[in-house]
């Protein structure tokens, strides 16, 4: 059998001989790299492969998509961005309502506070704004108070999207003072979508609801992928069966099932795959990354949730990509001198949360990162004490609850020079647990 390729370069692969012997009923996998040329434009290239066999029985064509791929490094002065952050999170604090909400407007009862007090207490803890801090601990009991005992939904007025934000806002404490109701309200978005929606089994706008959107779906994939316990398999098997088959051909996402791609869609749809497990060099991640990578332009009219929407996606994957830079500093040019952004027609207080929360993920040094590894650490200690001058060892326990393969190794608090590590960057598959040894020698 002979391959051959229509519309990808022969010469950016490292094979050059593409005709194959095969037995009859056997099955043969093909590797091959593609490397394209350094000029290249990042994006999408689709070409097809087809297999021609010696005798004209049958012949198999299949489309495809590369993602070109290109590391830019970055342009952007990180104390500009951390100096941008704590001028957003000062502003938070300053208009936090006594209630411990934020609201749209004046009116501290205002729609949606539940959501948006969730979203300005996630941005200012992934900034490291510890959970005792008052801002934050207000903002914790506001939600904790808008529990709807009966579903053990959390909001104000739109039931899903707020119940989403809020669940992440919970689970980025680790504290086990919230444990019971990430618990409860877990156990009823996993009922709604087994139960309540069996016609497509993802989520909408209410929790009886039987469509589903991937706007609402989106954010709570992300509050069920921020929750440290495993989730049932069948969850994310529903979610991927889903995307899979509501993906576009271009690699892109709608609103819903035959919608045009748009930004915000396709960073959803890429995320929950990522989420749900699939790997990012999995064509159908590496399909919706790279429509990303070609409409990675920023407008005015854009809301904060499409520039989280787009960063989300890249930064799941941990992707090379200049749409970092690009937001980053879309981002510092729209900040307003107090500290506040307004994109689009949204409220205040969303958009400078949202903003904060790009601008954590995009600099990658200030943010935990946490919601997409999803990596439980566990520091173990084989000396409970270590006498200057001589070597301690720990066990690091990397258990992985279905995220990210990759977990990168930083300590704080103590300095670099006293820690040594077998390994940094410690390739963990997902479902599965490793033990690191670290070594502190104090001087």
């Given at each position: 059998m002979s391959l051959s390729f229509v519309g990808l370069d022969y010469g950016w692969l490292d094979r050059t001989d593409w005709n194959l012997t095969m037995a009859g009923g056997e099955v043969l996998e093909i590797w091959f790299n593609a490397t394209a040329p350094s000029d290249t434009s990042a994006g999408m290239v689709p070409f097809t492969l087809t297999g021609m066999p010696d005798e004209a029985i049958a012949q198999l064509s299949k489309d495809a998509i590369l993602v070109v791929v290109v590391d830019i490094g970055t342009t952007v002065d990180p104390y500009l961005v951390k100096e941008a952050i704590e001028k957003g999170i000062v502003y938070l604090r300053q208009t936090q309502n006594w209630d411990g909400s934020w609201s749209a407007g004046d009116a501290h009862t205002s729609q949606h506070s539940v959501g948006l007090t969730a979203l300005a207490i996630w941005a200012m803890m992934n900034h490291g704004v510890p959970t005792w801090d008052p801002s934050v601990k207000m903002g914790l009991d506001y939600i904790i108070d808008h529990v709807d005992p009966k579903k053990n939904t959390i909001a104000s007025m739109s039931e899903m999207y707020e119940t989403a934000i809020a669940l992440i806002a919970l689970a980025e404490t680790h504290n086990e003072t919230y444990d019971e109701q990430i618990n409860k309200t877990t156990e009823a978005l996993l009922k709604a979508q087994e139960f309540y929606n069996t016609n497509y089994h993802m989520w909408r706008y209410s929790i009886d609801t039987t469509s589903y959107d991937l706007s609402v779906a989106g954010w709570v994939m992300m509050g069920l992928g921020t929750v440290e316990w495993d989730m049932p398999d069948q969850c994310w098997w529903w979610v991927t069966d889903i995307l899979n088959t509501s993906q576009n051909a271009d690699g892109g996402y709608g609103y819903s099932p035959g919608g045009g791609s748009s930004r915000t869609m396709t960073g959803s749809g890429t995320l929950g795959l990522?989420?749900?497990?699939?790997?990012?060099?999995?064509?159908?991640?590496?399909?919706?990354?790279?429509?990303?990578?070609?409409?990675?332009?920023?407008?005015?009219?854009?809301?904060?949730?499409?520039?989280?929407?787009?960063?989300?996606?890249?930064?799941?994957?941990?992707?090379?990509?200049?749409?970092?830079?690009?937001?980053?500093?879309?981002?510092?040019?729209?900040?307003?001198?107090?500290?506040?952004?307004?994109?689009?027609?949204?409220?205040?207080?969303?958009?400078?949360?949202?903003?904060?929360?790009?601008?954590?993920?995009?600099?990658?040094?200030?943010?935990?990162?946490?919601?997409?590894?999803?990596?439980?650490?566990?520091?173990?200690?084989?000396?409970?004490?270590?006498?200057?001058?001589?070597?301690?060892?720990?066990?690091?326990?990397?258990?992985?609850?279905?995220?990210?393969?990759?977990?990168?190794?930083?300590?704080?608090?103590?300095?670099?020079?006293?820690?040594?590590?077998?390994?940094?960057?410690?390739?963990?598959?997902?479902?599965?647990?490793?033990?690191?040894?670290?070594?502190?020698?104090?001087?």
């Open positions: 990522l989420l749900a497990g699939v790997p990012a060099d999995d064509i159908r991640v590496r399909a919706g990354l790279g429509w990303l990578s070609t409409h990675q332009q920023t407008n005015t009219a854009w809301g904060g949730y499409a520039f989280l929407y787009h960063t989300r996606a890249f930064h799941a994957a941990q992707m090379p990509t200049p749409w970092f830079d690009i937001c980053t500093n879309y981002l510092l040019s729209t900040q307003h001198a107090d500290g506040w952004w307004r994109l689009s027609s949204e409220y205040t207080s969303m958009s400078t949360a949202e903003a904060l929360l790009c601008l954590e993920y995009n600099i990658g040094e200030y943010s935990s990162a946490k919601i997409f590894k999803r990596t439980l650490v566990d520091l173990t200690p084989r000396n409970n004490t270590i006498p200057r001058g001589t070597e301690g060892s720990f066990n690091v326990i990397l258990d992985n609850k279905g995220g990210r393969d990759t977990v990168n190794l930083i300590v704080e608090g103590i300095p670099d020079s006293w820690v040594d590590f077998d390994m940094t960057a410690v390739y963990v598959p997902s479902h599965t647990t490793k033990v690191v040894e670290m070594r502190v020698t104090p001087p």
